[in-house]
């Protein structure tokens, strides 16, 4: 299974940036997908996840109201919708597969089984 994340970018604050991933060797229509991020010397961090099927989204207190995830199955492939950027979300962007429909971050039995490489995200001041 392999992600491939893109759409990343030099961007200044406020502005917007659209990252897509790319899943190959598996379909995730029946698999939450997830996005996290890691900026340097920090750990990785979680950002949103969707359900199989768009029901079920949850996003991190940092981004919420300014980022949306969304899912095309058809396409196999999951998107990070960002608005009003700020220096702070400055971080690699990572894309993955959990284990199962839906994926609760922080909550047991749920898990991710795939991660993508990342894309780089930095929002300027």
């Known amino acids: 299974v392999q992600l491939q994340a893109s759409g990343g970018g030099l961007v200044q604050t406020g502005d917007s940036l659209r990252l897509s991933c790319a899943v190959s060797g598996r379909t995730i229509s029946n698999y939450a997908m997830a996005w996290f991020r890691q900026a340097p010397g920090k750990e990785r961090e979680f950002v949103a996840s969707v359900s199989w099927n768009g029901g079920s989204i949850h996003y991190s207190d940092s981004v919420k109201g300014r980022f949306t995830i969304s899912r095309d199955n058809t396409e196999n492939t999951v998107y990070l919708q960002m608005s009003s950027l700020k220096p702070e979300d400055t971080a690699v962007y990572s894309c993955?597969?959990?284990?199962?429909?839906?994926?609760?971050?922080?909550?047991?039995?749920?898990?991710?089984?795939?991660w993508g490489k990342g894309t780089q995200v930095t929002v300027s001041s």
């Open positions: 993955a597969v959990a284990g199962g429909s839906w994926y609760i971050p922080q909550a047991r039995g749920y898990y991710i089984e795939y």
